[in-house]
């Protein structure tokens, strides 16, 4: 039968649900000066119905070649979005197969309702910044936020620059004018979560390691220039981590990268393993972002949402941690901040319905503070023995796998008996009131 494409109800047109990739392997050459990049993808795949054809997301750049199990494929399809592969045989539900995928193209963002995203080329360099759905406009890739999988990747591009990329580096090879980065990671990516980044920066480590978190290498790339002022925006990681340590549990990634661009950037993102920063977020006022993006490693990037509809599960937890480092560095506490956000969203819109936003509305900011004051709330009503327990059993229990809202409902009942706390947070659009200061 022909794949038959289910997706995500907030970016239905990305995705089949048809099969898994089980691994991607990408070999990546890039040249800085003309934006042109050259790749060949190979995605292991395992088909979860009987298949004669599949959809891989690919915009801007052109398929050149397409192998199924060795085999050169004829009947391919491109798309401004997809790449319809007919299969040289039919493959049955339960049964592993292999793509390898040989593109070319300038790649550049894809326009969305949420901006635009995806890999973009910087006055001297590159990024990627692939949430929700920007991985397509750099690799061919099965683009659905619980079609997780291992990666391994090799970039290949100009020897003046220094790639950063998600995985932890092997040794850098040399020839010619220029040089090959290597990165593998185990845990399983999710494609808006997988990202390069290519630069002239100088690399160096952040602070020493965190205490009670030595295996955790922290490393920091940044244009020259920008070292001093970064070193000092970053000086915190470590403590930050091992607050994040403490409270949530252990580390989840082999490795944390944080990159900082020559170029002011919106924002920051967070990718596995990495973050990535402008050069606009070195000024302290921008501090709460960096201790946002780190724990991310722990709530999205390790604990993720199987849909989008549960991003609160992302945000919410990633906007609270914020909330704790304010507390533990001596700024306002993690009550007057619930408070202060909370009077704010009071005043807005009560239309948000935090467990279902919407697609227009999931990078709303009510979505990320009002999933921060529902752990709020939680943590009020139990005590913070019971509730900074519940949060390393969700990371512990959940670590590199898949969530949704019911799942943390049922954890909460089963550790507090405390479910009902969260109805009026999760199941209705107005904004509850706080309980009481402990």
Not at 320 to 342: F, K, N, T, V
Request: glycine share 8%.
């Amino acid at each position: 039968m022909t794949a038959s494409v289910r997706t995500d109800a907030y970016a239905p047109q990305s995705g089949d649900a048809s099969w898994d990739a089980l691994a991607y392997d990408l070999d990546l050459v890039y040249r800085v000066r003309t934006n042109r990049l050259h790749g060949t993808a190979t995605i292991t795949a395992r088909a979860r119905e009987d298949l004669t054809a599949v959809r891989l997301d690919l915009v801007g750049l052109r398929v050149e070649r397409v192998e199924v199990d060795g085999v050169r494929v004829r009947g391919v399809r491109q798309g401004p979005r997809s790449v319809r592969v007919a299969l040289p045989a039919e493959v049955l539900s339960g049964d592993a197969f292999t793509m390898r995928v040989t593109y070319a193209g300038a790649p550049a963002p894809r326009r969305s309702r949420w901006g635009s995203i995806g890999w973009e080329e910087l006055t001297d360099g590159a990024l990627v910044a692939g949430q929700p759905t920007g991985a397509p406009t750099w690799f061919p890739c099965n683009d659905r936020p619980d079609a997780r999988a291992p990666m391994r990747m090799s970039v290949t591009t100009d020897a003046e620059y220094t790639v950063v990329a998600t995985g932890t580096p092997a040794p850098v090879e040399r020839a010619g004018g220029l040089r090959t980065w290597r990165f593998r990671c185990d845990e399983p990516v999710a494609t808006y979560l997988a990202a390069v980044h290519i630069g002239r920066y100088a690399q160096s480590a952040v602070g020493g390691r965190p205490p009670g978190e030595s295996a955790v290498p922290v490393s920091l790339a940044v244009p020259v220039a920008l070292r001093a002022a970064a070193e000092r925006a970053f000086g915190e990681v470590p403590g930050i981590l091992a607050l994040f340590a403490e409270s949530f549990g252990p580390y989840p990634q082999a490795a944390c990268a944080l990159v900082v661009t020559d170029d002011e950037l919106e924002i920051p993102l967070e990718a596995q393993g990495l973050a990535v920063f402008g050069v606009n977020h070195l000024a302290p006022e921008h501090a709460r972002l960096i201790a946002h993006e780190l724990a991310h490693q722990w709530f999205g990037n390790s604990v993720g949402v199987a849909a989008w509809r549960d991003i609160w599960l992302n945000e919410g937890f990633a906007c609270y941690a914020e909330w704790l480092w304010s507390e533990r560095s001596d700024g306002p506490s993690a009550d007057d901040c619930a408070r202060s956000h909370h009077a704010r969203l009071a005043a807005l819109p009560q239309d948000l319905l935090l467990t279902d936003p919407g697609p227009d509305l999931m990078f709303d900011d009510r979505v990320y503070k009002r999933g921060a004051l529902t752990l709020h709330a939680l943590r009020l009503t139990v005590g913070d023995d019971a509730f900074f327990g519940l949060l390393r059993a969700w990371t512990g229990e959940n670590r590199h796998a898949l969530v949704d809202t019911a799942d943390f409902r049922e954890l909460v009942e089963r550790r507090l008996g405390a479910a009902t706390v969260l109805s009026p947070w999760l199941d209705a659009p107005t904004l509850p009131a706080l309980p009481p200061r402990r």
